[in-house]
Nanobody
Framework: QVQLVESGGGLVQAGGSLRLSCAASGNIFSINVMGWYRQTPGKQREFIAR???????GYEDSVKGRFTISRDNAKNTIYLQMNSLRPEDTAVYYC?????????????WGQGTQVTVSS
């Protein structure tokens, strides 16, 4: 089992910055993918950014150049640095971890952290 705990959400004005953190604990495989998703009321959860255990990253188009995902493998923690925030970035942000080993894939979610960007 894996536990994910997010932190760092809050209220910020448009144009401002926030940094989210997600600390993972438990049975974390050496090959894994960690990432961030977000969700607003009435909409499906959407992918924002991911980082593979080797360091390769990927981003959703609307956040490219504004958000940066990073990880500290020693702490089993990922971060999402969010700059130039827009009101449309307002959402609950969820941390995600996918463990991969021998064809077995297990997925875990954090409880979410609210990000609110005021105009």
């Amino acid at each position: 089992q894996v536990q994910l705990v997010e932190s760092g959400g809050g209220l910020v004005q448009a144009g401002g910055s926030l940094r989210l953190s997600c600390a993972a604990s438990g049975n974390i495989f050496s090959i894994n993918v960690m990432g961030w998703y977000r969700q607003t009321p009435g909409k499906q959860r959407e992918f924002i950014a991911r980082i593979i255990s080797g360091g390769t990253t990927g981003y959703e188009d609307s956040v490219k150049g504004r958000f940066t995902i990073s990880r500290d493998n020693a702490k089993n923690t990922i971060y999402l640095q969010m700059n130039s925030l827009r009101p449309e970035d307002t959402a609950v942000y969820y941390c995600n971890l996918v463990n991969i080993r021998g064809g077995v894939v297990n997925e875990y979610w954090g409880q979410g952290t609210q990000v609110t960007v005021s105009s």
